[in-house]
T-cell receptor
Framework: QKEVEQDPGPLSVPEGAIVSLNCTYS??????FMWYRQYSRKGPELLMY????GNKEDGRFTAQVDKSSKYISLFIRDSQPSDSATYLC????????????FGGGTRLMVKP | GAVVSQHPSRVICKSGTSVKIECRSL??????MFWYRQFPKQSLMLMAT?????????EQGVEKDKFLINHASLTLSTLTVTSAHPEDSSFYIC?????????????FGPGTRLTVL
C-alpha cells in the first residue's frame, strides 16, 4: 500500500465547474499538507500549504484537511481552462521544507 | 517568489555516457536541495537529499555511485548520472529549501528531461 493515495484521473470538467481533488494517507505522523500544480513538462508549483485540520482558502482554492480520517482535499471554484494541469498532494512530518511524500497526482482537464 | 533554475532543460545522450544536471537557487541560499525523479504519468520520487558541504543522503534503492550529487555552494547542487542507460531516461527535478522562520518550504526547478539512447 502506498503511503499517499491519489486518484490519477483524468478528471474532465466544464469551465466554471467546482473541482474536488482528494488524497488519502496511511501515516498519522504526517502533519503538514501541500497541494502542488504541475503543468506538462514543468516543475511543481506550490498552491496551498496547511498544517491543521479544517479549511484554508486562497482565492478560488480551498484546502481541507481531516486528520482523523487521514483525508485531504483541494477544491477549485469557477474552474478555468488554465487550471488544466496535474495536481499533486504532498505531505511531510514537520514542515514543507523537509522531505516530501507525494501522491501520484490527478490530471485535471477543464474544457471551455 | 524564490526561483530555482535547472540546466540543461533537456539532454539526449548515448548509453554509457555521463550527464551532469545543475540546480541553482537564483535569489536565495539553500542549505538543502532535493533531487526527484519522475517517470511519465507518475509522481515525483525522492532520490536524495543534498546538504551544502556534506554528503548527500540517498533514498533506498537509489545507487549513490550512479547518481553522484555535489552541493558545493549554497546556491548550486549538481546531479551526475554516470554511465547512463536507457532505463535512466526520466524527468529529473530538483527543489531548494528556503528555510526561513515562518516560511520553510521547497521551491522546485523546471525539471530536466533526460533521454538515453
Amino acid at each position: 500500500q502506498k503511503e499517499v493515495e491519489q486518484d490519477p484521473g483524468p478528471l474532465s470538467v466544464p469551465e466554471g465547474a467546482i473541482v474536488s481533488l482528494n488524497c488519502t494517507y496511511s501515516n498519522s505522523a504526517f502533519q503538514y499538507f501541500m497541494w502542488y500544480r504541475q503543468y506538462s513538462r514543468k516543475g511543481p508549483e506550490l498552491l496551498m500549504y496547511t498544517y491543521s485540520s479544517g479549511n484554508k482558502e486562497d482565492g478560488r482554492f480551498t484546502a481541507q484537511v481531516d486528520k482523523s480520517s487521514k483525508y485531504i482535499s483541494l477544491f477549485i471554484r469557477d474552474s478555468q481552462p488554465s487550471d488544466s494541469a496535474t495536481y499533486l498532494c504532498a505531505m511531510t512530518y514537520n514542515n514543507a521544507g523537509n522531505m516530501l511524500t507525494f501522491g501520484g497526482g490527478t490530471r485535471l482537464m477543464v474544457k471551455p | 517568489g524564490a526561483v530555482v533554475s535547472q540546466h540543461p532543460s533537456r539532454v539526449i545522450c548515448k548509453s554509457g555516457t555521463s550527464v551532469k544536471i545543475e540546480c541553482r537557487s537564483l535569489d536565495f541560499q539553500a542549505t538543502t536541495m532535493f533531487w526527484y525523479r519522475q517517470f511519465p504519468k507518475q509522481s515525483l520520487m525522492l532520490m536524495a537529499t543534498s546538504n551544502e558541504g556534506s554528503k548527500a543522503t540517498y533514498e533506498q534503492g537509489v545507487e549513490k555511485d550512479k547518481f553522484l550529487i555535489n552541493h558545493a555552494s549554497l546556491t548550486l547542487s549538481t546531479l551526475t548520472v554516470t554511465s547512463a542507460h536507457p532505463e535512466d531516461s526520466s524527468f529529473y527535478i530538483c527543489s531548494a529549501r528556503l528555510g526561513l522562520a515562518g516560511k520553510d518550504e521547497q521551491f522546485f526547478g523546471p525539471g530536466t528531461r533526460l533521454t538515453v539512447l
